[in-house]
């Protein structure tokens, strides 16, 4: 069993940056991808980046040379530095772990920007 708890969301200026964090429990976390996915109102939930336990990242288009995740296994946790943020990033966040042992989403963290 794995329980994901999101933290750092809030509001910001565009061109601003936030970092957010994704604390796991359960030892299997650790080797299974940890990703970050998003969402606003009446729309689907979206991949924004995601990363291997080894630390191979993806990113989605819209948000590359701008975000960086990353995670400290040690500490269990996967971060996304947010930077150069856009209006249209405005979103629920969300920090997915799946794999051995099934698949797992937090409770969300809102990001808002203003413009």
């Known amino acids: 069993q794995v329980q994901l708890v999101e933290s750092g969301g809030g509001l910001v200026q565009a061109g601003g940056s936030l970092r957010l964090s994704c604390a796991a429990s359960?030892?299997?976390?650790?080797?299974?991808?940890m990703g970050w996915y998003r969402q606003t109102p009446g729309k689907q939930r979206e991949l924004v980046a995601t990363i291997t336990s080894i630390g191979t990242t993806n990113y989605a288009d819209s948000v590359k040379g701008r975000f960086t995740i990353s995670r400290d296994n040690a500490k269990n946790t996967a971060y996304l530095q947010m930077t150069s943020l856009k209006p249209e990033d405005t979103a629920v966040y969300y920090c997915?772990?799946?794999?051995?042992?099934?698949?797992?989403w937090g409770q969300g963290t809102q990001v808002t920007v203003s413009s």
């Open positions: 359960g030892s299997i976390a650790r080797i299974n991808p």
């Open positions: 997915r772990n799946w794999g051995l042992g099934g698949d797992y």
